[in-house]
């Protein structure tokens, strides 16, 4: 018999969806908070993220499901014994951080938060010229689940689409221009919008450099929503303070949290969040985790592929 951990935050409804994929399992539903070495070492499964260090109990552990898209902390050599397949949530956050970059783009684009903070000083003020998404020029860097959904959105909007990806595959309908990364250069100063979707890793690490940051497009919008070590945090505060950049719009940051007194939170063109557009802020979200997880616990009883498995070398699902 399996013994199947589930960390994720489930209801009535999801704890019956998982059951009827292995109605032999024994399960144990319990939030990642209250976990406990001995409830780790047990798992045969673990369904949802865990603290890494907590890893090092999992003696009998075979497969590991996350609940995030990113796979960056469980990647690290020494985390994962090399006989754990690991698989992430890849297609549940495309909804919910497609929107949040739609939002924050129109934001800076409208002078929204100009207004906002003209509101909350009762300051009846024309905050001046704006810009638009249509006949704009759109760079997505990553085009995952999430950098697909917005750049579709962006597409039906009326944006030029230009997309970088680690690999060169087939080019969806709504990307007029793909590229692998090697050409990111050439398209940062061709970009009004840039938009970030990709993973932290080595290979990302400062993507966006002082170097880089000042390629971009005089008046370009830099959305991240990916992580925060792939923009240099410093060098992006130079050029939003100057005005190279009209805005900038942050779900992650580097460090994380940011910290009270940095620089960033005083730029009136820098939108800040603090790593919230994902989880499950929209319960949608959290329904297409459900879901994708259900759907893998199947095959892993039954012996079938499992869906986004995640290369330990890389840190990204297999194509």
């Known amino acids: 018999m399996k013994n199947i951990l589930i960390t994720l935050p489930a209801d009535e409804r999801h704890k019956a969806l998982f059951e009827k994929q292995a109605p032999e399992a024994a399960f144990a539903y319990v939030p990642k908070e209250a976990l406990t070495e001995d409830l780790v070492r047990q798992a045969h499964v673990i369904i949802g993220n865990v603290p890494p260090a907590m890893l090092k109990y999992a003696d009998n552990l075979e497969w590991l499901q996350l609940g995030s898209a990113g796979a960056n902390d469980y990647v690290k050599e020494g985390v994962l014994p090399p006989h754990v397949v690991l698989t992430n949530a890849t297609g549940a956050y495309g909804l919910a951080l497609s929107e949040y970059m739609l939002g924050t783009v129109l934001e800076l684009m409208k002078n929204l938060h100009r207004y906002r903070d003209n509101q909350q000083n009762r300051l009846w003020k024309d905050e001046g010229t704006v810009t638009s998404i249509y006949g704009s020029t759109t760079l997505v860097i990553g085009l995952g689940d999430i950098g697909n959904a917005f750049a579709s959105s962006m597409k039906k909007l ?10 060169q595959t087939e080019k969806p309908d709504y990307i007029d221009e793909l590229y692998t990364s090697e050409s990111l250069e050439e398209l940062l100063p061709r970009a009004d919008i840039v938009a970030v979707c990709v ?27 990916g992580r925060g070590s792939t923009v240099d945090t410093n060098a992006l505060a130079q050029v939003l303070e100057r005005g190279h950049l009209r805005g900038a719009a942050l779900d992650v940051t580097d460090p994380e949290p940011l910290p009270s007194d940095h620089r960033l939170w005083e730029l009136k063109n820098c939108v800040i969040t603090p790593h919230t557009a994902g989880a499950y802020h929209l319960p949608e979200t959290l329904e297409r985790i459900v879901r ?6 199947w095959a892993y009883i039954n012996n079938k592929p499992l869906r986004n498995i995640v290369d330990l070398n890389t840190g990204y699902r297999r194509i």
């Open 292 to 297: 994708i997880c259900a759907s893998n616990l």
């Open 199 to 225: 993973p932290g890793n080595d290979s990302t690490f400062h993507m966006l450099d002082s170097n880089r940051l000042n390629m971009m497009k005089p008046g370009a919008i830099l959305v991240n929503v």
């Open 158 to 167: 009326g944006s030029y689409l230009l997309a970088v990806k680690r690999l």
